[in-house]
Nanobody, 120 residues
């Protein structure tokens, strides 16, 4: 059994910063690629940022230069540092990871999401 739990969301003023965390737990052998997604009301879920196990990263154009994805493989945790937040960044943010379990089965897992609201 594998779980992903996001934390760190909340209410922030435009221009502010937040740091989201995604902690994986359970029968984990290895966490491969990790991604952060978001879904705003009435919109489809969209990719925000991804990180390979080796640390290569990719970002949506809308967040380049403002958001940074990172990971601590020893702690099975990923982070999304968000700066210069805009109202349009308001969404539920989800963590997604390709995880190989101790039985050497690899699947994609999703967290439950954490709300980020950018408002004055």
């Amino acid at each position: 059994q594998v779980q992903l739990v996001e934390s760190g969301g909340g209410l922030v003023q435009p221009g502010g910063s937040l740091r989201l965390s995604c902690a994986a737990s359970g029968s984990i052998f290895r966490i491969n690629a990790i991604g952060w997604y978001r879904q705003a009301p009435g919109k489809q879920r969209e990719l925000v940022a991804t990180s390979t196990r080796g640390g290569s990263t990719n970002y949506a154009d809308s967040v380049k230069g403002r958001f940074t994805i990172s990971r601590d493989n020893a702690k099975n945790t990923a982070y999304l540092q968000m700066s210069s937040l805009k109202r349009e960044d308001t969404a539920v943010y989800y963590c997604n990871a390709d995880i190989t379990t101790m039985t050497l089965s690899t699947s994609r897992y999703w967290g439950q999401g954490t709300q980020v609201t950018v408002s004055s």
